[in-house]
C-alpha cells in the first residue's frame, strides 16, 4: 500500500458510493473540427480523457484528491474505434466506467455516442489506461487499496481489441523534430499526452484520416497509442512515421533516443 506523507490530509467528495457508469455531454465547438468539418482526432482524445477526470473527482478519487498526497493521473494506454467522426454543433455522449483496478493500473473503458433529439447512435468505443504517479519521485505507486477507492470499480468488460505489438520503425518515410514548448506542457511538468498526438499528426497527417469514408460512417478508424517515457519542457524530441496505404505508425524518442510515446492509427 502506498503511504501518504503524514501531514497529507484527504476529505471524499463523495464518501458513500456505488460503482456506477456515468455520462458526460460535449457540443463539438468550431475551433474543433477539421478542415473537413470533422472532430480532430486529439480533441477527441482530450474529451475523453476529461471525462474521466470530471468522473473520477465526482467520486473522491480525481486530480485535486490524489494532489494532497503529491501524486497525479496519467495515461498509460489507450485504444479507440470511432465508427463516425461528428461535426460541429453536433452532440456527442460519453460514457465511462471503470473495467477494473490491479497491478497498479486502472483500466476506464467508454461508449461514445452522437446524441439527437430522438436517439444517442453509438458511434465508438474506447479503453484507456491509467496510473498513479508520486510527483517528486517520478515512480508510480499503488493507491488502490486506499479507502477512496472503495466501491470504484464496474466490472463490465468493454468489447475491443487489444493493442497490436508496435515494432519500432526503421526506416521512416517522414523524420522530424520538436522542441517540448509552454503550450504542451501540463501541471505534472510534462508533455500532455494529447499533445503527443497532435505533434504526431502535424508532423505526418495520413490521407485517410481526412478522406471522406473514413469519418463520416462508412468506415472505422483505430487509434492504439502508448505512452512510455516523459519528456519535459524544452526537449527536442524526433517523431519517425510510416505509412502504407490503410495505416501509419509514428513513434517519438527523447534526446536519449528511447521511445517516448508509440501510436498507430489505421482503418478497420
Known amino acids: ?25 460535449f457540443e463539438i465547438a468550431y475551433q474543433e473540427v477539421d478542415m473537413n468539418n470533422r472532430l480532430r482526432l486529439y480533441t477527441l482524445e482530450e474529451h475523453l480523457l476529461n471525462t474521466a477526470g470530471k468522473v473520477a473527482d465526482s467520486l473522491g478519487f480525481g486530480t485535486q484528491a490524489l494532489r494532497q498526497y503529491n501524486c497525479a493521473w496519467i495515461i498509460t494506454r489507450m485504444m479507440l474505434e470511432m465508427d463516425y467522426m461528428p461535426t460541429q454543433g453536433e452532440h456527442i455522449c460519453i460514457e465511462t466506467w471503470i473495467e477494473q483496478n490491479a497491478h497498479m493500473l486502472s483500466t476506464r473503458n467508454y461508449r461514445i455516442y452522437l446524441h439527437t433529439a430522438t436517439e444517442d447512435r453509438l458511434i465508438g468505443r474506447a479503453k484507456s489506461v491509467w496510473a498513479i504517479l508520486d510527483i517528486n519521485k517520478r515512480e508510480i505507486v499503488n493507491m488502490f487499496d486506499h479507502p477512496m477507492f472503495a466501491g470504484a470499480v464496474d466490472g463490465e468488460v468493454l468489447d475491443i481489441s487489444r493493442s497490436p505489438r508496435m515494432l519500432p520503425i526503421a526506416e ?4 522530424s523534430t520538436h522542441t517540448v514548448l509552454y503550450s504542451d506542457v501540463d501541471y505534472n511538468r510534462h508533455c500532455n499526452s494529447c499533445k503527443y498526438l497532435q505533434i504526431m499528426l502535424d508532423t505526418c497527417l495520413p490521407n485517410f484520416l481526412t478522406e471522406g469514408d473514413a469519418t463520416d460512417g462508412k468506415q472505422t478508424i483505430r487509434l492504439d497509442i502508448n505512452y512510455q517515457k516523459e519528456v519535459y519542457l524544452g526537449d527536442t524530441i524526433e517523431v519517425l512515421s510510416k505509412q ?16 517516448s510515446c508509440s501510436a498507430k492509427i489505421s482503418k478497420l
Open 244 to 259: 502504407s496505404e490503410n495505416e501509419i505508425q509514428y513513434t517519438i524518442k527523447t534526446t536519449t533516443g528511447q521511445a
Open 1 to 25: 500500500m502506498y503511504i501518504p506523507p503524514k501531514s497529507s490530509t484527504f476529505v471524499p467528495l463523495n464518501r458513500y458510493y456505488m460503482a456506477q457508469k456515468q455520462t458526460i455531454q
Open 172 to 175: 521512416p518515410d517522414v523524420e
